[in-house]
C-alpha cells in the first residue's frame, strides 16, 4: 500500500520510471491478442495472451527484454494513452490520466498484489499461451476486456 498516493499528486508525464510502472496493476489484459475486424475495424478481443505473460501474475516473464522475444510488444507511455484504443477500461494507465483515479482492488491502495485476481479483474483461469492456441479466429470471446 502507498502513503503518498503519487499518482493523485504527479501527472503521469511527470512521474518517475519506478512510479510510472508500479502503477501496471497485473490485470496481464494488454497483454491479450485482438484481432481487428476488417469491415468495421472493430476490435475483438481473444482468450490468447502473447507467450511471454505468466497467466497466473499477471506479470510478464520477462519484462527487460520482451521486446527481443516479442518485436511488436507496445512500450506504453503517457503520450501514447490518448492514441492506444485497445487498453481495457480498468487500465490504472488510462484510469489515472482520466482522473477516475484508481480502483479499491489495485495493489497500491489495497497493499496486496492478488486483488486484482480476486476482483475478477486480471486475465488469470480464462487465457491460453500463444503458443499453444492455434488460428486467433478460433479464440475471439464476446466479453469486452
Known sequence: MSDDRFWERVPLRAMTRVQWESLCDGCGKCCVHKLEDEDTGELLPTNVSCRLLDRRSGQCSNYRNRHAFVPECVRLTPAKLDTIDWLPSTCAYLRVHRGEGLPEWHH?????RDAVHR?????RGWTISED???PLENHVIEAPL
Not at 476482483?119 to 486475465?123: H, Y
Open 108 to 112: 497500491l491502495v489495497s497493499g496486496d
Open 132 to 134: 499453444d492456441a492455434g
Open 119 to 123: 476482483a475478477g479483474a486480471s486475465v
